[in-house]
């Protein structure tokens, strides 16, 4: 499963243990796909689902994680578990029915029954427990039912993501109870728990209770993203040197030749047995266009399509429309049988594929696009399972699915239908199969260095320089013991640290290390929350860029925080007394450099109150190996990121380009606006100030805007986004220019959500979970429509809550209507005055300020507020800087394409749900 628009990289999936924090630990983003090629990703699973969990006093496991299981390739795989007993007197960890899998779709755990009782408080019963997550997607977590102490409280737990309360005081310390809490690793590998009890650790006999465990590596980790055409080192050679009036580009990224191979399809139909009974209607091979008034199974089966169009051009776009499509088994005998769980309507399909082979799919009315399962579905999803009155899976609905083919090929599905219980056909709707890219293979990567210990004091000075340390080829050095200076008891044993023979294999290894602060004067310092102690440590970093990570013995591991922690997952977070972070752990740690070099660590302490040194045990820097620098990626050896594959530009003039636009909650018409000019000549707008006036939810600074006949640009000094809420973003300079060649988004950094964004360019098409799963988030979003381009910094869509949509910092070249009731393009540039001076007109702020948790509207918010003024002839406005286009080639400067930007989003109360009963 990919998103429904997919981007292509590869980075390492992370499984995050979850012992208290339920924000956003950190975000792991794409490498661009027009930057450096991505190194490969490393070798953990991709998805990872478990049933329950039970750990006791000291942080040793009662109960291991069951049934467990990962995927990484393949097909899916699944456990199942008739159930789980009690493990400690007076104690009760019962529950029954459960069932794991995990696969290309994602992980999916389910109980069907559970009952907790820690000694000495009241027992938590639930139902029907199903936690799911899916790459690109929100994680979904559902509930039958849920008491504590003989309260029905499914109500209020399953109203929003994170909900937690507070057992009654124990003598065995604080419970908690939290449902549907996810934490994101910092390579954004996010794991959603779905019923948690959390103890006192060192006072509750059982002091952690896992129920229904599912991660997820971030959708651009999967083996299936999006293809990005590999950018070419040099114009393949001439083989003709005869003069050309148009020259040739090479065959692999000549659009023609991809148009040519590419085969689009309306409707395909398959019987639970195999059979055909529609084989792909209307079905196009090439460019040209394909028309079917009605298509229908020739066996008279009850499945039948409406209004059917494929086209191909010869650009290399793909679209598919369908007007109906039908599936209602019985409705010969039965008067409701379209209103039956087993019948699927479809209505308004559209799909569109880029050349280079990115599929959008919508519809002409959401809200009524899709019935399945009984019940109209929510679309702006990846994937939807519905569920029976038990709780068991039973449809499936695919939206913009990809498969890469054993031939290379890949198949793209606008709309996919599975009839889980295998009784009635399977359903595929928009099918586009891309020909195998031409051969140009990832580079591989070469270690450039590797080493065993590193310690690094609060203050920033080095206590232990890493070592041993190798840098070459061959290399293998070995330390018997290191110890940190000035005397600090830091010390390690049996280190060893090698690179391969080749170059691009690297394995380290960590007897013994401990780091026992006080040790000299407190007796039980060993014991305590700051001493850090690790045995056995094994790592191996493979040719394609992966770490596995092992140890000795996993339950005698790492001691820190005052526990012996779980080794199986990749991030630990240890808390105080009042539950607040103060140690992490990574295991396994990924981290993507600037200049496109990747740092793997086995093993990463940090103290959270900056009191104690910082550890690294077992590091290794890897390299692509393309011909040119590190981080380079288009083989040009130049140091420039390669230039974003492009259309041709546009029709003279028609760029527009704009700061901040929003429909729903808060109201703001797209401003400041640079429309083309009548003469083609240059067109600039600015506003010191544009925002939701008293809603006070969005507000940009400092903006200026451009238009120009061969590029659009966006500056934006600085973009606050809700704040005084859990999801208060603010970022300085952002940054957008669109030509016909090239994109560049950039941004100076920021915080979204207590996540620090750094400076730089990042990522096209990076979607980001919204914290509460209320919205879709999408960086640096570029869509190809048609004729039409549009690039947009930041977007935020919630259809389902409070109908919001934030666009900020925007080039594009449809069309774009200025604010109503004030508002109009602003002057031209450079003394052509083509367009009117604006005013920004004051904006009527509706309902649906968010509360300071980030939740649901709190009432009417005021009204009114200036938003902004334009400027003339290039010299009105005192807002951001001018943007000026020297004639500079956009492809010879950063063209990175990407935003490590976010956005403040409104959550709503009510959670939605992807699944019906």
């Known amino acids: 499963m990919t998103a429904r628009t997919s981007t292509s990289s590869r980075t390492s999936t992370k499984a995050a243990v979850a012992l208290a924090a339920t924000m956003l630990l950190g975000l792991g983003i794409a490498t661009p796909a027009l930057a450096a090629p991505a190194l490969a990703a490393d070798g953990a699973p991709l998805a990872k689902a478990s049933g329950v969990e039970v750990v006791d006093i000291d942080g040793g496991t009662l109960t291991r994680p069951t049934p467990a299981v990962e995927w990484r390739s393949g097909e899916a795989v699944e456990a199942r578990a008739d159930g789980t007993t009690d493990v400690l007197k007076l104690n009760t960890t019962q529950t029954t029915g459960l069932r794991t899998t995990a696969g290309p779709d994602g992980a999916v755990s389910t109980i069907e029954s559970g009952t907790f009782t820690l000694r000495d408080r009241p027992a938590v019963t639930f139902r029907d427990l199903r936690v799911a997550c899916t790459p690109g997607a929100d994680p979904v977590v559902t509930l039958g039912s849920l008491s504590i102490g003989g309260t029905d409280v499914t109500a209020e737990a399953t109203a929003r993501p994170g909900w937690s309360t507070d057992l009654p005081d124990s003598r065995y310390g604080p419970t908690r109870v939290l449902v549907g809490t996810t934490t994101t690793s910092a390579d954004g590998t996010a794991t959603t728990v779905g019923l948690r009890i959390d103890g006192d650790s060192g006072a509750s006999e059982i002091s952690r209770v896992r129920a229904g465990s599912v991660s997820c590596a971030p959708a651009t980790s999967w083996p299936t993203p999006t293809p990005t055409p590999a950018p070419s080192p040099e114009p393949a050679p001439a083989p003709t040197p005869a003069p050309s009036p148009e020259p040739s580009a090479p065959p692999a990224a000549d659009p023609d030749d991809a148009a040519r191979a590419r085969s689009v399809s309306g409707v395909s139909v398959t019987a639970a047995d195999g059979t055909v009974l529609v084989d792909g209607q209307p079905a196009l091979t090439g460019t040209g266009t394909r028309t079917a008034e009605r298509v229908a199974a020739a066996?008279?089966?009850?499945?039948?399509?409406?209004?059917?169009?494929?086209?191909?051009?010869?650009?290399?776009?793909?679209?598919?429309?369908?007007?109906?499509?039908?599936?209602?088994?019985?409705?010969?005998?039965?008067?409701?049988?379209?209103?039956?769980?087993?019948?699927?309507?479809?209505?308004?399909?559209?799909?569109?594929?880029?050349?280079?082979?990115?599929?959008?799919?919508?519809?002409?009315?959401?809200?009524?696009?899709?019935?399945?399962?009984?019940?109209?579905?929510?679309?702006?999803?990846?994937?939807?399972?519905?569920?029976?009155?038990?709780?068991?899976?039973?449809?499936?609905?695919?939206?913009?699915?990809?498969?890469?083919?054993?031939?290379?090929?890949?198949?793209?599905?606008?709309?996919?239908?599975?009839?889980?219980?295998?009784?009635?056909?399977?359903?595929?709707?928009?099918?586009?199969?891309?020909?195998?890219?031409?051969?140009?293979?990832?580079?591989?990567?070469?270690?450039?260095?590797?080493?065993?210990?590193?310690?690094?004091?609060?203050?920033?000075?080095?206590?232990?320089?890493?070592?041993?340390?190798?840098?070459?080829?061959?290399?293998?050095?070995?330390?018997?013991?290191?110890?940190?200076?000035?005397?600090?008891?830091?010390?390690?044993?049996?280190?060893?640290?090698?690179?391969?023979?080749?170059?691009?294999?690297?394995?380290?290894?960590?007897?013994?290390?401990?780091?026992?602060?006080?040790?000299?004067?407190?007796?039980?310092?060993?014991?305590?929350?700051?001493?850090?102690?690790?045995?056995?440590?094994?790592?191996?970093?493979?040719?394609?860029?992966?770490?596995?990570?092992?140890?000795?013995?996993?339950?005698?591991?790492?001691?820190?925080?005052?526990?012996?922690?779980?080794?199986?997952?990749?991030?630990?977070?240890?808390?105080?007394?009042?539950?607040?972070?103060?140690?992490?752990?990574?295991?396994?740690?990924?981290?993507?450099?600037?200049?496109?070099?990747?740092?793997?660590?086995?093993?990463?302490?940090?103290?959270?109150?900056?009191?104690?040194?910082?550890?690294?045990?077992?590091?290794?820097?890897?390299?692509?190996?393309?011909?040119?620098?590190?981080?380079?990626?288009?083989?040009?050896?130049?140091?420039?990121?390669?230039?974003?594959?492009?259309?041709?530009?546009?029709?003279?003039?028609?760029?527009?380009?704009?700061?901040?636009?929003?429909?729903?909650?808060?109201?703001?018409?797209?401003?400041?606006?640079?429309?083309?000019?009548?003469?083609?000549?240059?067109?600039?707008?600015?506003?010191?100030?544009?925002?939701?006036?008293?809603?006070?939810?969005?507000?940009?600074?400092?903006?200026?805007?451009?238009?120009?006949?061969?590029?659009?640009?966006?500056?934006?000094?600085?973009?606050?986004?809700?704040?005084?809420?859990?999801?208060?973003?603010?970022?300085?300079?952002?940054?957008?220019?669109?030509?016909?060649?090239?994109?560049?988004?950039?941004?100076?950094?920021?915080?979204?959500?207590?996540?620090?964004?750094?400076?730089?360019?990042?990522?096209?098409?990076?979607?980001?979970?919204?914290?509460?799963?209320?919205?879709?988030?999408?960086?640096?979003?570029?869509?190809?429509?048609?004729?039409?381009?549009?690039?947009?910094?930041?977007?935020?869509?919630?259809?389902?809550?409070?109908?919001?949509?934030?666009?900020?910092?925007?080039?594009?070249?449809?069309?774009?209507?200025?604010?109503?009731?004030?508002?109009?393009?602003?002057?031209?540039?450079?003394?052509?005055?083509?367009?009117?001076?604006?005013?920004?007109?004051g904006n009527e702020a509706a309902p649906g300020a968010l509360s300071p948790d980030g939740s649901s509207p709190a009432g009417t918010s005021g009204t009114s507020g200036t938003s902004g003024t334009g400027g003339t002839s290039g010299t009105g406005g005192t807002g951001g800087q001018a943007l000026a286009f020297t004639g500079a080639s956009v492809r010879s400067a950063l063209i990175a394409a990407a935003l490590l930007l976010t956005a403040g989003v409104a959550t709503i109360a009510l959670r939605r749900r992807r699944h019906s009963s």
Do not use: C
């Open 299 to 841: 066996d008279g089966s009850p499945s039948t399509g409406r209004g059917v169009t494929v086209t191909t051009t010869a650009e290399g776009t793909s679209d598919i429309g369908i007007d109906s499509f039908e599936q209602v088994p019985d409705a010969a005998t039965d008067p409701v049988a379209a209103y039956r769980w087993p019948a699927l309507r479809v209505y308004g399909l559209h799909a569109h594929v880029t050349p280079e082979g990115t599929m959008t799919v919508g519809f002409d009315d959401e809200s009524s696009a899709v019935f399945v399962n009984g019940v109209w579905i929510n679309t702006a999803t990846d994937l939807y399972t519905g569920v029976d009155a038990e709780g068991e899976e039973r449809v499936q609905v695919r939206f913009g699915e990809r498969v890469v083919n054993p031939d290379g090929s890949t198949t793209l599905t606008a709309l996919r239908y599975t009839d889980l219980t295998g009784t009635h056909p399977e359903v595929a709707l928009g099918i586009v199969t891309l020909p195998a890219p031409a051969a140009s293979p990832a580079p591989d990567a070469r270690v450039t260095e590797a080493w065993g210990v590193g310690v690094t004091a609060a203050d920033g000075s080095t206590l232990v320089s890493p070592q041993p340390r190798v840098t070459a080829a061959g290399d293998r050095r070995s330390a018997e013991r290191i110890g940190a200076v000035d005397g600090y008891p830091a010390r390690a044993t049996d280190v060893t640290a090698a690179i391969g023979a080749g170059g691009d294999t690297a394995t380290l290894s960590v007897g013994h290390y401990e780091q026992v602060p006080g040790e000299g004067d407190d007796p039980v310092a060993e014991y305590r929350w700051p001493a850090l102690k690790v045995n056995g440590l094994h790592a191996e970093v493979t040719a394609d860029g992966t770490m596995d990570v092992t140890f000795d013995d996993e339950a005698n591991a790492v001691f820190v925080n005052g526990v012996w922690i779980n080794t199986a997952t990749d991030l630990y977070t240890g808390l105080d007394g009042d539950g607040d972070e103060r140690v992490r752990v990574h295991v396994g740690e990924r981290v993507e450099n600037a200049n496109g070099t990747v740092t793997l660590t086995a093993l990463h302490y940090e103290d959270l109150t900056g009191t104690y040194p910082e550890v690294r045990l077992g590091q290794v820097t890897i390299a692509p190996t393309a011909g040119g620098d590190p981080g380079d990626g288009d083989g040009n050896g130049d140091g420039a990121p390669a230039p974003a594959p492009g259309t041709d530009d546009p029709a003279p003039g028609r760029w527009y380009a704009y700061g901040l636009r929003s429909t729903g909650a808060s109201d703001v018409g797209a401003q400041p606006l640079a429309a083309p000019a009548a003469s083609g000549g240059p067109v600039t707008a600015r506003a010191d100030v544009v925002g939701d006036g008293g809603a006070g939810q969005l507000r940009v600074t400092g903006a200026s805007v451009r238009s120009a006949q061969d590029r659009g640009a966006v500056r934006l000094d600085r973009v606050v986004l809700f704040p005084g809420t859990r999801l208060a973003g603010e970022l300085r300079d952002v940054q957008v220019t669109v030509s016909g060649t090239a994109t560049t988004v950039t941004t100076g950094g920021g915080r979204i959500a207590g996540t620090t964004i750094p400076a730089g360019p990042v990522a096209a098409d990076t979607r980001i979970a919204v914290p509460g799963g209320a919205g879709t988030l999408v960086l640096n979003e570029q869509r190809t429509t048609g004729a039409d381009r549009s690039v947009t910094a930041v977007h935020f869509t919630d259809r389902s809550g409070l109908g919001a949509d934030v666009s900020a910092a925007v080039v594009t070249t449809e069309r774009v209507d200025p604010p109503v009731g004030g508002g109009a393009p602003g002057g031209g540039d450079a003394g052509q005055d083509d367009g009117a001076p604006g005013q920004g007109g």
